[in-house]
């Protein structure tokens, strides 16, 4: 009996140390990108190989990360992201949801190409159904460049991700020190490396001397409060994006109703402006039974609904993002009213 006590001390002591010295389990998901990009020049920083290394050698590059997490890793894809397509990001989205459905892992960071890393993050704001963290992150210049951004920034979005203090507060991006939501940052510059910016809203927060510093958070419903989600969804509906601008033809408005889109992003001018040709458009293709949504190719701002003007209103969403969500959003219904309110809270 004696003997019994004494090991159940025993096993107790060890659990608790155990558990004591026990770090967060952090998943890193590779899809491609310039962050495993090679070249075969150290100052090539443009028309390298994106996606040419695999998730080992991007975790073995930053072995200061282990400080924090204890990490594994899995290839979801390796391509640059201007190929990256719903199957791949709704594959992506259901690997995040079992991961994190799981008690032995904390938090996930994925590494991806900067180029659609507008679009990926923001549908897994909507799809992942958890408020453990989940961090984008990704790099201006390839693996081999003078001053490689990509080990910094793993290693950055590992420590978030680790991190209880970023639950709950959306899908983020992490790159160059600056802490981003998914909801408000997009790509801004072509080849600069703080490319990644919500001019309007800001940073959720930023990184200095190795400490995290929150400093805002964003009102719009995400993750374990979203209505959407990845089940039993192989590809996104159809929804494309027409251009506005002086002279645009409506024969893209027809293009899209033959092609039997399901919703159109309409970038307008100004306010999410359109000419009395295009208006025309718009009524025809919503005839058809398109959903169409006027946003703004000004870059920031809310496009408002109109008085004049059919179709819905994008809110603040960049074209790309409210793509997604219209996507997203005619999987549950095809209601206007509703799908206008869904871009008010999301
Ligand atoms: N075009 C590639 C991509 O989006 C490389 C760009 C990058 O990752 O910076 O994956």
């Known amino acids: ?123 897994l704001n909507l799809t992942v159904k958890s408020d453990k963290p989940v961090v984008f992150t990704a790099a201006m210049r390839p693996s081999t460049a003078i001053s490689a951004d990509g080990p910094m920034n793993l290693l950055e979005a590992v420590q978030i991700a680790a991190s209880p203090s970023s639950r709950d507060r959306g899908v983020l991006m992490v790159m160059n020190d600056r802490i981003g939501s998914a909801r408000f940052t997009r790509k801004t510059n072509t080849t600069a490396l703080d490319t990644f910016k919500a001019p309007e809203q800001g940073y959720l927060g930023q990184i200095a001397g190795g400490r995290i510093y929150w400093e805002n958070r964003i009102e719009k419903k995400h993750t374990k409060n979203s209505v959407f989600d990845d089940r039993n969804l192989k590809v996104l509906p159809q929804v494309v994006i027409i251009q506005g601008y002086q002279d645009d033809p409506a024969y893209m408005f027809d293009a ?81 009213d509703t799908i206008q309110k869904y871009f008010h809270q999301y």
């Open 256 to 336: 899209a109703i033959e092609h039997h889109a399901q919703g159109i992003i309409y970038v307008g001018t100004g306010n999410g402006s359109a000419s009395t040709r295009i208006e025309a458009a718009m009524r025809k293709a919503e005839k058809a039974g398109i959903i169409v949504v006027r946003s703004s190719r000004t870059g920031s701002g809310i496009a408002t609904m109109s008085d004049s003007l059919p179709g819905l209103a994008a809110d603040s969403l960049s074209p790309d993002k409210a793509r997604i969500l219209l996507a997203l959003a005619l999987t549950k219904t095809h209601r206007p």
């Open 1 to 123: 009996m004696l003997l019994r006590i004494f090991a159940a001390i025993l096993l107790m002591l060890f659990s608790v140390s155990a558990m004591a010295g026990s770090k967060p389990h952090v998943v890193i998901l590779a899809t491609g990108g310039t962050i495993a990009g090679e070249a075969p020049d150290n100052t090539q920083t443009t028309g390298y190989k994106a996606g040419a290394l695999g998730v080992e050698a991007l975790i073995n590059a930053v072995p200061e990360a282990k400080k924090y997490a204890d990490i594994s890793g899995e290839q979801v894809a390796n391509i640059g992201s201007e190929n990256m397509t719903s199957d791949v990001t709704l594959r992506l989205s259901r690997r995040v949801n079992q991961l994190l459905a799981r008690d032995d892992v904390n938090g996930v960071v994925i590494t991806h190409g900067t180029d659609t890393l507008d679009e990926t993050p923001y549908l």
